[in-house]
C-alpha cells in the first residue's frame, strides 16, 4: 500500500461524505450562533483552504509514487 492511497482511499461511501458534510456544516453552525456571520466566513475559508490543502498533498503523493515506481521499480 502506498502513501495516497493510505491516505485517501480510492472507494468512498456515501455515508462517509455525508458524516463530513454534516460535521463541517454542524461546526460552521456553533461558529455562527457564537461569533458573526464574518466569522463564519472566515473560518468557512479555512476549511475550504485546508480541504484543498490536502487534495494537493494527495495528488503529490500519488505523483511521487508513480515517479519512484517508474524509476525505481518494486520488485
Given at each position: 500500500?502506498?502513501?495516497?492511497?493510505?491516505?485517501?482511499?480510492?472507494?468512498?461511501?456515501?455515508?462517509?461524505?455525508?458524516?463530513?458534510?454534516?460535521?463541517?456544516?454542524?461546526?460552521?453552525?456553533i461558529v455562527y450562533m457564537l461569533?458573526?456571520?464574518?466569522?463564519?466566513?472566515?473560518?468557512?475559508?479555512?476549511?475550504?483552504?485546508?480541504?484543498?490543502?490536502?487534495?494537493?498533498?494527495?495528488?503529490?503523493?500519488?505523483?511521487?509514487?508513480?515517479?519512484?515506481?517508474?524509476?525505481?521499480?518494486?520488485?
Amino acid at each position: 500500500m502506498d502513501s495516497a492511497s493510505a491516505a485517501n482511499p480510492s472507494h468512498r461511501s456515501w455515508i462517509v461524505v455525508a458524516a463530513k458534510a454534516i460535521v463541517v456544516l454542524q461546526s460552521l453552525g456553533i461558529v455562527y450562533m457564537l461569533t458573526s456571520a464574518w466569522v463564519t466566513l472566515v473560518v468557512a475559508g479555512g476549511f475550504a483552504v485546508v480541504f484543498f490543502a490536502v487534495r494537493a498533498l494527495s495528488r503529490a503523493s500519488r505523483t511521487v509514487d508513480r515517479i519512484f515506481d517508474e524509476e525505481l521499480g518494486r520488485p
